[in-house]
């Protein structure tokens, strides 16, 4: 299992090649406002995120997921 700052590390990573804006990230940083990401980067992005931690997020944590903090945390329970 890893600690929330390892997580958030991968996490920022894995965000990168979709952040086209150059967006500052931080905890409170949203994925439709702030990184301005239609459904389909979303899809891309998850399914990236599945991959590097072997989870599954459900469409109904997906819903709930609006910020990296959010996705930080959501990585954390479902490694835990």
């Known amino acids: 299992m890893s600690d929330r700052q390892e997580i958030e590390t991968i996490v920022h ?3 990168e090649p979709f ?3 150059g967006v500052a ?3 409170t940083t949203t994925f439709a406002g702030d990184l301005e990401w239609d459904s389909l980067t ?5 399914a990236a995120v599945e991959d590097e931690f072997d989870i599954i ?7 709930e997921i609006e910020t990296v903090g959010q996705l930080v945390d959501a990585v954390g329970k479902l490694q835990g």
């Open 19 to 21: 952040n086209k804006k």
């Open 42 to 46: 979303v899809m891309d992005f998850v």
């Open 25 to 27: 990230l931080t905890d």
């Open 57 to 63: 997020i459900t469409m109904n944590m997906q819903a």
């Open 13 to 15: 990573r894995l965000i």
